[in-house]
């Protein structure tokens, strides 16, 4: 339940700067207009068909993926909020192809912004919950010109990571390293409020995410894991399990921030040439970021996923997260089956 005098986003930060010294002015700042940016977006979302941002865009992104309407309109309100403040040095995102730089006429700063504009947007068409996923890096000192090289850093250098949902409410959830604390969109008064605030992940789960129709394409262990979840209470786990598969990663981590749950996207044999189907830079690191920080863990089934050092802006991995025991488990299958 919120507090009867509820904590803003701009405060929190303020406090995070002058009384915490975790964040500096230009990080504050950041977070601020990416969190400005996200209003935006929830607004154009809740809009649905009345504001004509439905439907597909006519484009492709660098992944071969067709972008809806919303997916190009949610990168550019980000792009828009960013480039101006001072605080970046470069941003860069799931639907452009190489690292967006500042443009000269603004000052630059010194964080790197990468994110996903509109994670699910497999979604958006059918009213199911959407989300904006974001993560901050330190600029190189030595990259005048940040490209796609000054962004391969691996996740424990973030120096904050995030991500707005866009559900029944809309909530801005938010690490800095200090734990992970969600903010409720107040559309009377147009600001984030603090409702939740050192999330924590259960370390056990009845629980699990992934998409089943992928099943015969799975690695052995993968297979082994989920079928003695299926297998219930007569199986070799001796309880009954249950599913659920948003189709939005967001949507699925936040359950899982809520009441506890494994999400698994892992590596198949579809397409052998990827490892997975989620990117590295703007979906798994952010999340494992908040997933670690609320006690659980995260990783690609075998390797820590903030340990990965990067080595393409677009880089695919697969994805193991959440209560961390069951993570620590699949992740076992996995480390047993490749000795
Ligand atoms: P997107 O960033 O293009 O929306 O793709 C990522 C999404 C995740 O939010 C979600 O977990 C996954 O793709 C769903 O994939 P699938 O449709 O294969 O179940
Ligand atoms: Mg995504």
Not at 2 to 15: A, N, V
Not at 28 to 44: G, P, T, Y
Not at 124 to 145: E, K, M, Q, Y
Not at 286 to 310: H, K, N, S, Y
């Amino acid at each position: 339940m919120p507090r009867t005098r509820p904590i803003s986003l701009t405060r929190f930060l303020l406090e995070q700067q002058r009384d915490k010294g975790r964040i500096d002015a230009d990080l504050r700042l950041l977070i601020e207009v990416v969190a400005r940016a996200c209003k935006q977006i929830s607004i154009a979302t809740a809009k649905g068909a009345l504001g004509g941002v439905l439907g597909e865009a006519g484009t492709g992104n660098v992944q071969g993926e067709a972008q809806k309407k919303l997916d190009v309109l949610s990168n550019e309100i980000l792009l828009e909020a960013n480039e101006w403040g001072g605080h970046l040095a470069a941003l860069a995102s799931e639907e452009m192809d190489h690292p967006h730089p500042i443009p000269h006429r603004y000052p630059k700063g010194e964080y790197l912004l990468v994110f996903d504009p509109l994670d699910g947007s497999s979604n958006i068409d059918v009213n199911i919950s959407v989300g904006t996923i974001f993560s901050v890096l330190r600029c190189p000192t030595d990259a005048v010109d940040p490209d796609e090289q000054a962004f391969l850093q691996a996740g424990t250098r973030q120096v904050a990571a995030g991500y707005a949902i866009y559900g029944s409410s809309t909530v801005f959830v938010l690490t800095v390293g200090d734990g992970v604390h969600a903010f409720t969109l107040d559309r009377e008064q147009g600001s984030f409020l603090l409702t939740r605030s050192d999330m924590r992940i259960p370390e056990d789960t009845g629980e699990f995410a992934i998409n089943m129709s992928n099943h015969r394409h799975w690695e052995a262990p993968m297979r082994r894991y989920i079928d003695e979840l299926l297998a219930g209470k007569d199986g070799p786990r001796g309880r009954d399990f249950n599913m659920r598969w948003v189709a939005s990663m967001v949507a699925d981590v936040h359950r899982i921030l809520t009441r506890g749950g494994i999400f698994i996207y892992p590596r198949d044999r579809k397409d052998p040439s990827k490892p997975g189907k989620l990117r590295l830079l703007y979906e798994a690191n952010p999340m494992a970021m908040i997933v670690e920080q609320a006690g659980g863990m995260a990783t690609d089934g075998r390797l820590r996923i903030l340990d990965i050092q990067p080595e393409k802006l677009h880089e695919r991995v697969a994805v193991f997260l959440g209560s961390r025991n069951e993570v620590e488990r699949a992740t076992r299958y996995h480390r047993e089956a490749a000795e």
